[in-house]
């Protein structure tokens, strides 16, 4: 299944996973570091739930503060 996620001229699929095990170190999303990160990888506060992967996430850098967000089925 996939979702599609749309902020004002972008447009991104997003492939779900079927994976539902927690992960404190993530791929992707936030972009690069975080506070308490150790190393180039983004570390999160909590745990979260990874549902799925975006081919190119770098695209969401064109977000702009206030743009409305749409998240579908694809």
């Not at 299944?1 to 170190?25: C, F, H, N, P, Y």
């Not at 936030?30 to 506070?35: A, L, N, S, Y």
């Amino acid at each position: 299944m996939k979702l599609a996620i749309t902020a004002g001229k972008l447009r991104l699929e997003v492939d779900l996973l079927q994976s539902q095990t927690a992960k404190a170190i993530v791929a992707a999303l936030p972009f690069g570091r975080t506070p308490i990160s150790t190393d180039a990888r983004p570390k999160l506060a909590s745990r979260c739930n990874v549902i799925g992967r975006l081919d190119d996430f770098r695209r969401l850098a064109s977000v702009k503060s206030g743009d409305k967000v749409r998240v579908e089925a694809a």
